[in-house]
T-cell receptor, first 114, second 115 residues
Framework: AQKVTQAQTEISVVEKEDVTLDCVYETRDTTYYLFWYKQPPSGELVFLIRRNSFDEQNEISGRYSWNFQKSTSSFNFTITASQVVDSAVYFCAFNPTNDYKLSFGAGTTVTVRA | NAGVTQTPKFQVLKTGQSMTLQCAQDMNHEYMSWYRQDPGMGLRLIHYSVGAGITDQGEVPNGYNVSRSTTEDFPLRLLSAAPSQTSVYFC??????????????FGPGTRLLVL
């Protein structure tokens, strides 16, 4: 069975600071997909990124960047120059290839103070 | 496209009552699923369906029933509500999970309180 660990329960930063969210997963699968979702205070779940285990290239989308390291089973997420609108709960999730079940971490609550 | 819709948004039940949480999607996705979200536990899979007429259990299926008579709809039934079922429920849909096109998209959630 897969396990996704987000060790940071809460992170509080001041606006414009960078913040990195850690995600570590455990699996015996050789191929899989990793995800990040954002849950703002309004409650909906917003898809941010999907990463294939074959592709270890880091990805950048605006102020968001992701660092995938298969050797350490980590898929970390960095918000650069944080803004108040980044305040949310962020979930890391894992889906083995050819499997129907998406496993979530417990989430990290990010609070960005003005 | 409306995406994934859920009704109701909020519901209060008394212990022992039954109810159905509705979920619909208009993206012609074959896969649909139900999750519950509890503080400090992330989202846990309750039941899922890979197509009309096909359902299976997830991680926490006890106390819940599902059926899938159409591609669009995937209702979740609580037969006899218990306080332990107080939670936020999310429905999701996707093309086949575990594939490059298999990103799950979530509905807005239903907040359920069982007294």
């Amino acid at each position: 069975a897969q396990k996704v660990t987000q060790a940071q329960t809460e992170i509080s930063v001041v606006e414009k600071e960078d913040v990195t969210l850690d995600c570590v997963y455990e699996t015996r699968d050789t191929t899989y997909y990793l995800f990040w979702y954002k849950q703002p205070p309004s409650g909906e779940l917003v898809f941010l990124i999907r990463r294939n285990s074959f592709d270890e290239q880091n990805e950048i989308s605006g102020r968001y960047s992701w660092n995938f390291q298969k050797s350490t089973s980590s898929f970390n997420f960095t918000i650069t120059a944080s803004q108040v609108v980044d305040s949310a709960v962020y979930f890391c999730a894992f889906n083995p290839t050819n499997d129907y079940k998406l496993s979530f971490g417990a989430g990290t609550t990010v609070t960005v103070r003005a | 496209n409306a995406g994934v819709t859920q009704t109701p948004k909020f519901q209060v039940l008394k212990t022992g009552q039954s109810m159905t949480l509705q979920c619909a999607q208009d993206m012609n996705h074959e896969y649909m699923s139900w999750y519950r979200q509890d503080p400090g536990m992330g989202l846990r899979l309750i039941h899922y369906s890979v197509g009309a007429g096909i359902t299976d259990q997830g991680e926490v299926p006890n106390g819940y029933n599902v059926s899938r008579s159409t591609t669009e709809d995937f209702p979740l039934r609580l037969l006899s509500a218990a306080p332990s079922q107080t939670s936020v429920y999310f429905c999701a849909s996707s093309q086949t999970p575990g594939q490059p096109w298999g990103t799950q998209y979530f509905g807005p959630g239903t907040r359920l309180l069982v007294l």
